[in-house]
Nanobody
């Protein structure tokens, strides 16, 4: 599946951003989708995942209650709503599915 992430930017601590991931694949509605991130000098880490039906989601502990993953199968889109952002959320965010990665979108949170 081909993935394209967008929506990143610069925001102050406490602010919000919404990330978008467009997916191109014939069976998108059957894919589990996820978001990962990679901060400078650190390994890529899991952030959130959502089931193909959208009825189950899982989060990195540090983002629980602040981030929400969702999807629209009719539009082949996955979203990550990020609220109450912290400087430690600064990273390149990637969407992921079926072993494929999007190009990433930069999120920078200033203190």
């Amino acid at each position: 599946v081909q993935l394209q992430a967008s929506g990143g930017g610069l925001v102050q601590a406490g602010g919000s951003l919404k990330l978008f991931c467009s997916a191109y694949g014939r069976s998108f509605s059957t894919y589990v989708m996820g978001w990962f991130r990679q901060a400078p000098g650190k390994e890529r880490e899991f952030v959130a995942t959502i089931s193909w039906l959208g009825d189950r989601d899982y989060y990195l502990d540090s983002v629980k209650g602040r981030f929400t993953i969702s999807r629209d199968n009719a539009k082949s889109m996955v979203y990550l709503q990020m609220n109450n952002l912290r400087p430690e959320d600064t990273a390149v965010y990637y969407c992921h599915s079926q072993g494929d990665w999007g190009q990433g979108t930069q999120v920078t949170v200033s203190s």
